[in-house]
């Protein structure tokens, strides 16, 4: 029979509220952060303020410092959420595909959109030394998180090509073009996906050429 874990009867009734007031602090938390965010699009990062947070989100400021210490762990809290965020939105782009070339275009495809379309490059514009500090930790973490996201794929290479790809390299390609299309944008986005994944195919069959036979 399977073992079923012993909860004591305060336990069980306390967990309901306790769930309740963990949402409520998960949707205050979304609340300051989105306010935060509206305000940095609309002002920069040096201009924000605790006072104008907590208006927009509508939370007092007893509110916001339950959650935050000070304006500038609000704005780490805020660039560690937008790297988050990328993180789990290119893992949700790629998880239901399998197959090794489908799931390889349906990274190059969240990419390419997030580049063109997403929030990034206007924050870029509205506060460029704080948006590009927020790259830089972005751009180490992704070398990591779209490596092991392309495990599969690059195995695949591997067996095709029957060489070991130079995985960390197109990984670093993959997340220097992105940034790259943010502080210049291409003429021709809807481009992007059809070169980036030309030019990295074209890479892995030039080193296959370039490996001597065994």
């Not at 789990?88 to 595909?97: E, I, L, R, S, W």
């Not at 197959?99 to 390419?112: E, N, T």
């Not at 790259?180 to 986005?189: A, D, H, I, M």
Request: aromatic share 8%.
């Amino acid at each position: 029979m399977p073992v079923t874990m012993y909860t004591p009867p305060a336990a069980r009734a306390g967990q309901p509220a306790t769930d309740k007031r963990n949402r409520r602090a998960e949707a205050t938390i979304e609340a300051i952060l989105a306010a935060t965010e509206a305000i940095v699009l609309r002002e920069g990062s040096d201009r924000i303020s605790v006072l104008d947070v907590c208006a927009l989100a509508q939370v007092s400021r007893g509110t916001f410092y339950r959650y935050f210490s000070s304006q500038d762990e609000l704005l780490d809290a805020f660039a560690r959420h937008k790297r988050s965020s990328f993180q789990k939105a290119m893992a949700d782009a790629v998880g239901p595909h399998v197959d090794p070339d489908a799931r390889f275009h349906a990274l190059v495809r969240y990419l390419d959109n997030y580049a063109a379309h997403g929030q990034a490059r206007l924050l870029l514009r509205a506060a460029p030394e704080y948006t590009l500090r927020l790259f830089g930790r972005l751009f180490h973490e992704s070398l990591v998180r779209i490596e092991e996201l392309m495990r599969a794929v690059f195995d695949s290479w591997d067996r095709r090509l029957g060489i070991r790809t130079d995985r960390e390299l197109i990984c670093e390609l993959l997340i220097r073009c992105v940034l790259s299309e943010l502080v210049v944008p291409n003429k021709q986005p809807e481009d992007g996906i059809r070169r980036i994944v030309a030019f990295l195919y074209s890479l892995v069959e030039c080193e296959a050429r370039a490996t001597p036979e065994k």
